[in-house]
Nanobody, 123 residues
Framework: QVQLVESGGGLVQPGGSLKLSCAASGLTPGYYNIGWFRQAPGKEREGVSCITNTDGTTLYADSVKGRFTISRSSAKNTVYLQMNNLKPEDTAMYYC????????????????WGQGTQVTVSS
């Protein structure tokens, strides 16, 4: 049974930083791409970042490039999202997804989701 558990969210002031974690179990480490998505109130869920299972290629939405960094543990069972220079528009529930893909600017998610962690950027 695939299980994804996010943590690390919280309240931070604009310009601040947070590091999210996604701990994966029930799947072969490194077998799936792992992606981060977010959903703000009243908006559709959007792709934020993804790390590929093959060679660790990292992909980012234009809105977070240069500010967010995705990485994974050496055991490949935990994926991190370092978020710097946070902005109020980054406020959302953040979810990780096992099997996420991004191609030509289009993000696709599998059915394997975590429960989410809330990020709130506010002064």
């Amino acid at each position: 049974q695939v299980q994804l558990v996010e943590s690390g969210g919280g309240l931070v002031q604009p310009g601040g930083s947070l590091k999210l974690s996604c701990a994966a179990s029930g799947l072969t480490p490194g077998y799936y791409n792992i992606g981060w998505f977010r959903q703000a109130p009243g908006k559709e869920r959007e792709g934020v970042s993804c790390i590929t299972n093959t060679d660790g290629t990292t992909l980012y939405a234009d809105s977070v490039k240069g500010r967010f960094t995705i990485s994974r543990s050496s055991a490949k069972n935990t994926v991190y999202l370092q978020m710097n220079n946070l902005k109020p528009e980054d406020t959302a529930m953040y979810y990780c997804n096992a099997g996420a893909e991004q191609s030509g600017g289009t993000w696709r998610a599998s059915r394997f989701w975590g429960q989410g962690t809330q990020v709130t950027v506010s002064s």
